[in-house]
């Protein structure tokens, strides 16, 4: 039976633009074939198998007819494929190409739209694509020559009423000017290029069609970018947003609904993230109940595990009433709290009772840090494996590390190169655990913050000044 494959609309470029029908097709999907402009931080939560067959402007890194092919190919073989392309599917996306290929090869498809940056890319840089004093209409024009290779019909477009967008443009912007300019349009018209709508490095610079060349070219703004022609340039001033940490780019360890994400994205900057370690869960003997004693956990996942082994021999959270249970720092006994469980103390060497069992709960490498003087026993229900990180670090304002975990999951799935630049850039670690694991890495920048989302916040706009 052949799978469904979904044609599926990014948006312009922030992951939180994604429609809630994309989301659940991405959740569902065997494979998801994306675009050079998808934001990778799109990609992270999935995990299904991805395909990067991304073009680079004259340069086709795959080309249509193979992705057709591709496409089939899958569907074939009974996946179900996500085609994720920026913008809309059916805006000069070729998705229509793609959808007549499947229908002719049988093979069943949906299109689930998406914002296009003709309308979301202007918004994001405070143009307003119409509006009542300025333009009650507006026009969608591809910046490519026809495909028989004949020039756009200048004569119309220039007497066009209403706004004007140009996608995929930024190579013929001379050619678009001085067009407009010959076929009537007054060389004061204002017009705007905006580059990277909605991510982080979006920039946008406002001028008239005699002088917008020349401005582009000061400013050093490339493709991908969009160029919009009309009155409603003139609204940027009063409408462009600006949020206190708009313009960073902050790298985050991957949790779903992850709160700190959500936090910083708020304040408008732009979140990507690394990936944690595989937990692999590990075979263990349980404790004596009876005897009581002292349960130590050094991580809460840990902590998961062996409530998961409680529960497959059905015991719960009652046979530990005679074991005093302490946490080995604040946010293990904030997430046992969460877990209905509270700590009686947290972990201090000096104030344990040795005289009655002390059992250490971690994972396998973690556990041999921990070593009193008396002899303890070390339950290790699992063992983290690194996972090779494929970040550009380059691309990044600064780090930030909830806990000291997450320093040595970005750090150990690091090459070398990407190690030495870890230790010169921002990191903002959340308490003093945290801080003191990414100096033990080696890394030279690191900033202590209280550990709240809120802290975070206020400590980047001081160290950004924003």
């Known amino acids: 039976m052949n799978g469904l494959v979904s044609l599926i609309g990014a948006g312009p470029g922030n992951p939180e633009l994604l429609t809630l029908l994309g989301k659940r097709r991405l959740e569902e999907a065997d494979v998801i074939v994306y675009d050079r402009l998808v934001n990778p931080a799109m990609l992270a939560p999935y995990a299904a198998e991805k395909i990067d067959v991304g073009k680079l402007p004259l340069h086709h890194k795959v080309s249509q007819y193979q992705i057709n092919d591709m496409l089939v190919d899958l569907s074939k073989a009974g996946k179900r494929v996500a085609r994720l392309k920026a913008g809309d599917p059916y805006v000069f996306g070729r998705g229509g190409e793609e959808g007549q290929y499947l229908s002719k090869n049988k093979i069943p498809f949906e299109v689930v739209p998406g914002l296009t940056s ?38 119309n477009i220039a007497h066009q009423e209403g706004t004007i967008v140009f996608l995929m443009g930024m190579a013929q912007l001379p050619t678009i000017t001085q067009e407009l300019m ?40 490339t493709s991908p970018a969009l160029i919009v022609v009309g009155g409603v340039v003139q609204l940027m001033g009063d409408l462009q947003p600006h949020q206190p940490l708009q313009g960073l780019h902050l790298l985050i360890p991957y949790k779903q609904d992850s709160k700190l994400c959500n936090a910083l994205q708020d304040e408008g900057a732009a979140v990507n993230f690394f990936d944690r370690r595989v937990k692999r869960p590990l075979a263990f003997d349980l404790p004596d109940f009876n005897a009581g004693g002292t349960l130590i956990v050094i991580d809460f996942a840990a902590f998961h595990y062996f409530q998961e082994r409680l529960l497959t021999m059905g015991i719960d959270n009652r046979a530990l009433t005679n074991w005093k249970l302490v946490a080995c720092n604040h946010i293990v006994k904030y997430r046992l709290q969460q877990d209905g469980l509270l700590a009686d103390e947290l972990y201090d060497p000096q104030k344990l009772d040795y005289q009655r069992p002390v059992v250490f709960i971690g994972e396998k490498t973690a556990l041999t840090s921990y070593k009193p003087a008396i002899k303890a026993d070390y339950l290790a229900t699992y063992q983290s494996e690194t996972v090779d990180q494929s970040i550009d670090l380059n691309a990044f304002h600064g780090i930030v590390f909830p806990s000291s975990a997450a320093v040595a999951d970005l750090y150990t799935g690091c090459t070398s190169d990407e190690q030495e630049l870890m230790r010169h850039m921002r990191c903002f670690a959340m308490g003093q655990t945290v801080a003191d694991e990414c100096q033990k890495r080696g890394l030279q920048n690191v900033i202590e913050v209280k550990p709240s989302y809120d802290n975070v916040i206020q400590t980047v706009r001081k160290v950004f000044a924003r």
């Open 118 to 155: 003709a309308i979301a890319g202007l918004a994001a840089a405070g143009i307003p694509i119409t509006h009542r004093d300025f333009a009650s209409s507006f026009h969608v024009i591809t910046g490519h020559r026809k495909s028989n290779g004949k020039e756009l019909d200048w004569e």
């Open 182 to 221: 010959a076929h009537g349009m007054a060389d004061t018209t204002p017009v705007a290029v905006v580059q990277w709508a909605t991510h982080w490095k979006q920039r946008a610079v406002p001028s008239d069609l005699a002088n917008i060349v020349k401005l582009v070219e000061e400013t050093k703004i």
